[in-house]
């Protein structure tokens, strides 16, 4: 059981490039989202879905656009990147109802992206 | 304001011995849940334990326990017999409300050192 799934683990960019970012689970959860993580500002939330075909902004979204076309896949798209996108970005995931508040986000290993 | 408030910036504890890392949160909900994740060296997000807002126990995970205080709205983690394994970043984290796209806020983090 693989559990979530990122890739890459690391990348560097150039200024203005565009890159996606892989998210993937075999857990079957509805519920997927990506967080940056930046030196002292903890993890914070940039988009996420509910389900295929939901997605919905988070706190940082500017930069950022993703789709959810399968229950499994959660890409996140920079689209022309910029230095102040440099961090390490989580994908996380869980299962999403009514009342799940007792359901805790299962996160990937991380990539840390890097823009010059 | 910030949702979730986890001010000490860095905390060191002796080996064998008990540390409670501080959390306090920010809501107007009734409904919502509290977790507290690990986050080693090595980068990974580690899901430790959960306490609801209506639950009238404290959480316990093993060596991991929950201080939550309702009415002063704090949810310490205590972690009991203190391992050099136990030296992480540790981020309290809020969920709110009884919706499926309820979303997990995150703290800033406390950097925990476990002396020998």
């Known amino acids: 059981n693989a559990g979530v799934t990122q890739t890459p683990k690391f990348q560097v960019l150039k200024t203005g490039q565009s890159m996606t970012l892989q998210c993937a689970q075999d857990m079957n959860h509805e519920y997927m989202s990506w967080y940056r993580q930046d030196p002292g500002m903890g993890l914070r939330l940039i988009h996420y879905?509910?389900?295929?075909?939901?997605?919905d902004q988070g706190e940082v979204p500017n930069g950022y656009n993703v789709s959810r076309s399968t229950t499994e896949d959660f890409p996140l798209r920079l689209l022309s990147a910029a230095p102040s996108q440099t961090s390490v970005y989580f994908c996380?995931?869980?299962?999403?109802?009514?009342?799940?508040?007792?359901?805790?986000?299962?996160f990937g290993d991380g990539t840390r992206l890097s823009i010059l | 304001a910030q949702k979730i408030t986890q001010t000490q910036p860095g905390m060191f504890v002796q080996e064998k011995e008990a540390v409670t890392l501080d959390c306090t949160y920010d809501?107007?909900?009734?409904?919502?849940?509290l977790f507290w994740y690990k986050q080693p060296s090595s980068g990974e997000m580690i899901f430790l334990i959960y306490q609801g807002s209506y639950d009238e126990q404290n959480a316990t995970e093993g060596r991991y326990s929950l201080n939550f205080q309702k009415a002063r709205k704090s949810a310490n983690l205590v972690i009991s017999a203190s391992q050099l394994g136990d030296s992480a970043m540790y981020f309290c984290a809020m969920r709110e409300g009884w919706e499926a796209n309820s979303k997990l806020t995150f703290g800033k983090g406390i950097t925990l050192s476990v002396r020998p």
């Open positions: 809501t107007s909900d009734q409904s919502y849940g």
């Open positions: 996380a995931s869980s299962y999403s109802y009514t009342g799940a508040l007792n359901q805790p986000q299962h």
């Open positions: 879905s509910v389900g295929a075909g939901i997605t």
